[in-house]
């Protein structure tokens, strides 16, 4: 293979062919490496540098330019990860992608830690990832792996070795080119100007990303699940748009219960096979309520569950791709914070009551979200009776360090109906459900926020 040189997917796949077919008519065996994936020939120094001799002599006759094609420059702008543990390695990289990228380039100094959260942030950061093969060929090969399994970003591998079968193990894990070192800024602008036709053909229109709306519980028995679950039907209804109600009051999430639905699959079905969640599969996990809303149900059975950031944060970004607005019942779980939940794009409801446990736990919650880059924060006092307050009104603002934003009145009849029938309290005019449609409301008029995308590997 000549030092300036590529290889595209669909060369990748005729050369594999080709050598399968010549194997074959000459009786040589194959085997599978258990150890590194490889897939190499019995006697695989005899045959690699013949095969590699004719790659490149199939590689020269191709046209390689010396000036930057025109035709990238009418290309869309592309966003571009490169991911090296090798300085020199990763600076020829960028350097070459400087002669001809115009979008923005990132650089990593190592490759990610873990293989599971890894693709999230790709994928939704970067519209190509070129990966250095060298530094760890076996490791970087499982990264190429996880991010075509997991998403739409273009992988592109460079190395420094002229290796076929290096070449045909990429091709198989996802890769897209195969770059070898050193860079010809030609080639590379010829590679990425493929990368973006492939990306304005598998996205010729990109949905804007819904909102997150989190209910939070200050205390147990707050009453998080009642508000949620009403605010996403009246959600539903004000908006006319695609909503989701997501229940991740887990083990023992009663959402479903309380609107009457009766749900087939439960969120554990997510947790369970993550890794391959998609639109599809998301969709087949629903049920959809009266009023037009969507509700991933916690499980109707008390089962163990393994949740994971990872798990929470491919849900949730799944969901936002296909819904406008995706409500969660997060009940009080803080040691979710360093997920997506607590992305500074989506809105907390913060539900507290008039107690002084109830006050103590928000004012340290307030505390918490109100750092910079946390979330949007909004207070709900919930069962609200300013006839009877026990806690003086400037006390209770005191507590939360500002005046509470929303104050839901209490009206036990309308919520015990709800509960004995299952029936969402939007059904009936009362004060607790013009309260709760006020919220939603307010919601319908704000404008959609871009979520912060400065995240990295930790």
Not at 87 to 111: D, M, N, W
Request: glycine share 4%; net charge negative; aromatic share 6%.
């Amino acid at each position: 293979m000549g030092e300036n040189s590529s290889v595209s997917q669909e060369g990748f796949e005729k050369m594999a062919t080709e050598r399968d077919s010549q194997m074959r008519q000459s009786g040589e065996g194959v085997r599978n490496d258990v150890e590194t994936g490889a897939h190499t020939s019995v006697n695989g120094a005899e045959t690699a540098a013949p095969m590699a001799q004719e790659m490149a002599s199939r590689l020269t006759k191709a046209r390689v330019m010396e000036v930057v094609d025109p035709a990238f420059h009418r290309a869309r702008v592309l966003s571009v990860a490169v991911i090296s543990p090798d300085e020199k390695r990763r600076g020829a990289a960028l350097h070459a992608l400087g002669k001809c990228q115009t979008g923005p380039i990132q650089e990593f100094v190592s490759y990610p830690p873990d293989l599971d959260d890894a693709p999230r942030i790709i994928n939704r950061d970067f519209d190509v990832v070129l990966v250095d093969l060298d530094s760890d060929p076996k490791y970087a090969l499982e990264l190429v792996k996880s991010i075509c399994i997991n998403g739409l970003a273009t992988v592109m591998v460079y190395s420094a070795q002229v290796d076929s079968d290096l070449l045909l193990i990429s091709m198989r894990a996802g890769a897209r080119e195969f770059l070898v070192l050193p860079f010809n800024p030609g080639v590379m602008a010829e590679a990425l100007a493929r990368a973006s036709a492939l990306r304005s053909a598998s996205r010729p229109t990109k949905k804007e990303e819904g909102r997150l709306l989190v209910f939070l519980s200050a205390k147990g028995g707050s009453g998080v699940t009642t508000l949620a679950c009403n605010f996403a039907v009246s959600l539903a209804q004000e908006s006319r748009k695609k909503t989701l109600l997501i229940d991740l009051n887990l083990p023992l999430g009663c959402a479903a219960i309380n609107l009457g639905i009766k749900a087939e699959h439960s969120i554990v079905n997510v947790f369970q096979d993550f890794k391959r969640l998609d639109s599809s599969f998301l969709s087949s996990l629903l049920e959809e309520h009266a009023s037009g809303l969507s509700v991933l149900a916690a499980p109707s059975e008390l089962a163990p569950t393994q949740v994971s950031e990872a798990a929470i944060d491919t849900l949730l970004e799944v969901a936002l791709q296909n819904f406008d607005y995706v409500v969660v019942d997060a009940s009080s779980k803080l040691n979710l914070q360093h997920t997506l939940l607590f992305d500074e794009s989506s809105t907390i409801y913060l539900v507290t009551q008039v107690g002084l446990a109830e006050l103590r736990n928000s004012n340290r919650l307030i505390s918490l979200l109100s750092t910079a880059g946390s979330p949007k924060l909004e207070i709900v006092i919930n069962r609200y009776d300013p006839l009877n307050l026990e806690i003086a009104e400037e006390h209770i603002t005191k507590a939360l360090t500002r005046p509470a934003e929303w104050k839901i009145p209490n009206d036990y009849a309308a919520v015990r109906r709800m509960q004995s029938t299952a029936t969402s309290l939007m059904e009936d005019d009362s004060e607790i459900s013009r309260a709760i449609r006020q919220m939603a409301k307010a919601v319908c008029r704000q404008r959609f926020r871009k979520r912060n995308s400065g995240s990295a590997f930790r």
